[in-house]
């Protein structure tokens, strides 16, 4: 009888301590799933931190190309006006030469120098315009890269921020 006396303590004993020991491994899985859902998350912010970072890197790039086309561009129109202001003063000083010749209006306007001065300007004025609805195109284009970089930079810092955040958190 004793011994079933003590059979049934060290049962009752051994259920005890197993089942402590089942909650300890608990605590250890659950804190084991707890620090790796952590670790995912910072892999994650991470992650996302690098993507910003390579958007911002592409946008700088795209910006200084949109740049150089940009002052290419002005460069041109800046050459055109040049050759179009000195079109148009060979335009007056023909125009001057044939009325001083006593040429008519109407012949003035038929001369093969005139009619190519007028026609070259109007090339020029044409190409003007075409290059400066591109620059504003590109102007535009510029503006919104950089408010775009800008705000990336502040969803970096923003990502920072949650990243030492978490990474606090997970020490606690």
């Known amino acids: 009888?004793?011994?079933t006396v003590s059979r049934f303590f060290?049962?009752?004993?051994y259920k005890l301590t197993?089942?402590?020991?089942?909650?300890?491994?608990r605590l250890i899985e659950y804190s084991e799933a707890v620090r790796g859902a952590y670790d995912d998350i910072?892999?994650?912010k991470q992650g996302n931190i690098q993507r910003y970072k390579q958007a911002i890197g592409e946008?700088?790039?795209l910006v200084e190309q949109k740049k150089f086309s940009?002052?290419?561009?002005?460069?041109?129109?800046?050459n055109l006006e040049e050759m179009k202001?000195?079109?148009?003063?060979?335009?007056?000083?023909?125009?001057?030469?044939?009325?001083?010749?006593?040429?008519?209006?109407?012949?003035?306007?038929?001369h093969p120098r005139y009619v190519l001065y007028v026609t070259s300007l109007n090339d020029f004025q044409s190409t003007i315009e075409e290059k400066n609805v591109r620059v504003?195109?590109?102007?535009?284009?510029?503006?919104?890269?950089?408010?775009?970089?800008?705000?990336?930079?502040?969803?970096?810092?923003?990502?920072?921020?949650?990243?030492?955040?978490?990474?606090?958190?997970?020490?606690?």
Not at 70 to 78: A, E, N, Q, Y
Not at 93 to 102: C, F, I, P, T, Y
């Open 136 to 172: 504003e195109k590109l102007q535009q284009d510029i503006e919104r890269a950089q408010k775009d970089i800008q705000e990336y930079k502040n969803r970096i810092t923003f990502l920072h921020r949650d990243l030492h955040k978490i990474e606090t958190e997970q020490f606690d």
């Open 10 to 13: 060290k049962a009752i004993w």
């Open 18 to 25: 197993g089942r402590a020991h089942e909650q300890a491994d």
């Open 85 to 110: 202001e000195g079109t148009i003063s060979k335009q007056k000083n023909l125009v001057a030469e044939l009325h001083k010749s006593g040429t008519t209006e109407e012949d003035i306007e038929r």
């Open 1 to 3: 009888m004793i011994n």
């Open 59 to 61: 946008l700088i790039a």
């Open 42 to 44: 910072i892999r994650d």
């Open 70 to 78: 940009l002052s290419k561009l002005t460069d041109d129109i800046d």
